[in-house]
């Protein structure tokens, strides 16, 4: 991924891949288990922006202005995301800016 937004010094991109191996497992198990993780990493996550997998579903879901990413992931990165949660392959994803 290209980051639009500048990430300063003290911050890195990261990317983890969480399975949870849970038969009812659906959007907000699947977040609260992203927020759970993040606070491992930082003291105050902030989700910028998700995608359900499953459904299509993504937050924020307008398209606007050009690009060759989906809007959510570039609306993530101008604001400064700095780590993207992937749950199952691809079920969930989360991109969460530590603060």
Known sequence: MVAIGSISQ??????????????DLDFAAAKQAAKEK??????????LSWKNGITGQTF?????????????IRYAQGRGA?????VNDGE????????
């Open 38 to 47: 993040a606070l491992e990493l930082c003291s105050h996550p902030m989700i």
């Open 60 to 72: 924020p879901d307008y398209e606007c202005g050009i690009g060759d990413q989906p809007f959510w």
């Open 82 to 86: 700095n780590l993207t949660i992937d």
């Open 10 to 23: 003290n911050q890195s991109e990261e990317y983890i891949n969480m399975n949870i191996n849970l038969p």
């Open 92 to 99: 969930y994803l989360f991109m969460v800016l530590k603060i």
